[in-house]
């Protein structure tokens, strides 16, 4: 079993459906609401358990009762939130959803995910040094991050960073870092645009960065710089939030397997989990993904 340590951002997800995205200055009927847990660090945390994983999670939720539900879920989960601090001046993350046919806008207010400094992840140091990867995503501080990166380094632990949501990333980061999950334009963000052919970009970074492009799949160069692609696994799409999340999730989770078999099991797992509402509502245990894997196969 996977020992995945994830350092992230926690959030309450209020989401509403509708037919159809607010213009600008138009007010609408939604059709529904719910709230759901999420955050791009927990829902990675989450996709990670779920296929088997033994997962702990570092960060940080308000004195409220969104945090009290968050660390309730996670811990259901079977994640271990012994790392995760609780603010006595901000509340919990939020992220206000608009869903519409499967796909999403999102804002996210970070409260106390803002709040996640060098100091918090130097004193859970001892969750490093258990790990057996570490993955990461940009819904928390940079310096955070950074910290997590240098400690990740300092004992042999590689560093999986999703770089979401989009920010150019400090040089030395980049050098800390053993994989990437970017998107397209998350790829290009990171890296300033150089070279703004995003092929020519993975080529320079042979083994290290998989980028995802939706219905496209994934794409990654293997050791010897030479260009890979994991297709998508076509499903009928209810709500796409934490797809990408669940892929990341499975990419930590699988990361003793090789990038190439890793890639096959995240594009499965990220494409069941857009076939039930809410981020997390829909992410896959080990066996369902075996099962769908399966029948694609067989097809
Ligand atoms: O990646 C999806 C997540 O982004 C949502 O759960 C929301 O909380 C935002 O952080």
Redo the contacts with the bound molecule.
Sequence with gaps: MTKVLVVG?I?M?LVVGTAKFPRLGETLFGEHFATYP???GA?QAVAAARLGAQVTMIGRVGDDAFGQQMLATLGAEGIDTRWIGISATAATGI?A?TVCDGDNA?L?IPGANGELSPAHIAASEAAFADADVVLAQL?VPMAAIEAAAALAAKHGKPFILNP?PAASLPIKLIGQIALFTPNEYELAVAFEGKPADWKALLATLPGKVVMTKGRDGAWFTDAAGVLQHQPSYPVAAVDS??A??TFNGAIAAFWDLGLAAAARYACAAGALSVTRPG?QGGMPTRADVDAFLATRDAA
């Design positions: 951002s959030n997800d999420g955050g791009k829902n992220a959803i999102i996210v819904e979401a939030t934490g990408g999340d981020a």
